[in-house]
């Protein structure tokens, strides 16, 4: 155990000196989150939320879901790209939890990437989890439609598509498609009343939402 406990330590100053060194994407965000696990590592088998500004920005994640082991990992507005090219080795992985959600993909579709991209990604990032963790079960959480991003809607639908037809047998996981949950009664649009002023991230009311989709899937 006292090894392991060392390893740990050392791979937590070799990670802080390569994102100094190449000045990795959001590389406060994961170096915060080293130091909060060399204080308190979080223990296997739990449910891991990782992705983007969404999952950040989910400020009541934990208590929404107080009886479980939720372990919350947004970072900035990171792509999927960049969780495939950078982050795993750090919050994914060494936390071997039993199950995974992923919000991920909408900002590298405002980034200009078409649809099939992120599908590649994602695929990358399956084959990456399934690989090192066979036995954990991978939630994809759909990407959604904001209204500020209303030029791209096409391609969402489209990446969602792809990564829901990828997964359909593939084991241990699941496309969650929480699109339907913030549509606006009566339309094929999101409802602006659950977004922030910003209308990109998501109010409390759009997270009651999504929540309850999730809610039986985390239990």
Known sequence: MKSKLLLFFLGCIFASNVFAQQGFPFDNEIRAFKHQDSLSFPKPNGILFIGSSSIRLWADLEQRFADKPIIKRGVGGSTIAQLVDYYTPYILFP??????????????????????????EFTKLWEMIHQKLPGTEIYYMSIKPSPVRAKYYAEVAKA???????????????????????????????????????????NPKGYDKWQAVLQPLVN
């Open 160 to 202: 969602n598509e792809l990564i829901k037809g990828y997964l359909q047998n593939k084991p241990h996981s699941h496309f969650v498609n929480l699109v339907p949950a913030i549509y606006k009664p009566g339309t094929t649009g999101p409802d602006s009343s659950l977004f922030k002023s910003d209308y990109l991230h998501l």
């Open 95 to 120: 936390y071997q939890p039993r199950k995974i959600f992923i919000y991920a993909g909408e900002n590298d579709i405002a980034d200009g990437k078409p649809a099939a991209f992120v599908s590649e």
